[in-house]
């Protein structure tokens, strides 16, 4: 069984609920902080891509 970390899908979910979570938030400063957790989990997804191009 493949490991969900190492699946580029699973962060670009993580990254797609986590900007739908910051849309509800009221205070700017909140929604911001999701929003660039969002971006870490995108450029996890990327880490994940080219991990597997290197298997």
Same mark, same amino acid.
């Given at each position: ?48 891509? =080219?991990? =597997?191009?290197?298997?």
């Amino acid at each position: 069984m493949r490991n969900a970390l190492q699946d580029p899908r699973y962060w670009r979910e993580r990254a797609e609920e986590t900007r739908t979570k910051a849309e509800a938030f009221a205070y700017r400063n909140s929604r911001e902080r999701l929003l660039k957790i969002a971006e870490e989990y995108d450029r996890l997804a990327v880490y994940a891509e =080219q991990w =597997q191009l290197q298997q």
